[in-house]
């Protein structure tokens, strides 16, 4: 049985179509999404299948998000004819979009990934997490810093953008300075084209939950969960970027553009630390 689809908030008009079930990379200590599905790559008649119905319920569809969580763990080979089929399905079509993995991009050629982008696979959703190596160990996550910001870069100059997403209060009380730095560094490699920030919830059931139950891990309070975002949003030099914080789990809602929004989401973020703005109650985190 397949958990509870998991899509970016940009897609909630797309189609969404499964391609793989789970996460090849299911194992970061912060993720409680796709713990009981095993993961797994569609056979193509299956996939086919769902195309061909939603073409025929939603013949004017222009935007397709690719399911699960790993979409791009499959092979150009396996991949392609979905495309191409989703192509030749809805001639609307303007984009197909999917989760993605550092090593999803780095495995793969210049011609491969320029492939993709031609068949108008053209954005991808990242989760860089944190910038900060030793942090993204302990996370037990599978894409380095440095792959992630080689990935985001080789898909730009296939024609595909990227959407980086980085959790605040990843590197809990003791690694928050660490996380902002690194963070900070990673993003003005990459430049990506549009940049979200999640705040960091613990989910019953994880490791890094676990850990904060035994006390080896102090979240951040709301007040320093946005001085992360200030810190990191004062030390970035992006040259073209879309910026959103309007994720459930995040106490304050920010949207801008790098650079010319960058002292306006500075503005708005100072009373809110120095609470003089009112924060999102925390029952209605993650709602």
Known sequence: MRETIIRPPAEADSILLHVTTGCSAN????????????????EYKEIESDIEEYSKRYPYTSRVFLLDGDALATSNEKLLPVLKKLNN??????????YANGYNITKRSDTELKELSDNKLTLIYMGLESGNQDILNMC????????????????????????????LGLGGKKYSEAHVSGTIKALNKMQPRYLSFLSLILIPGTPLYKEAEK????ELTPVELLKEMYNIIEGLELNKTIFRSNHASNYLSLEGRFPKDKQKLLNMLKPAIEGKKKLKPEWLRGL
């Open 27 to 42: 194992h970061c200590s912060f993720c409680g999404a796709y713990r009981k599905t095993p993961f797994s790559i569609l």
């Open 215 to 218: 006390g080896n891990f102090e």
């Open 140 to 167: 037990q996550k599978a894409s380095s810093a440095d792959e992630m910001v080689e990935a985001v870069n080789r898909a730009a100059e296939s024609g595909i953008k990227s959407s980086v997403i980085v959790l």
């Open 89 to 98: 399905s809805f001639p609307a079509l303007s984009r197909i979009s999917s």
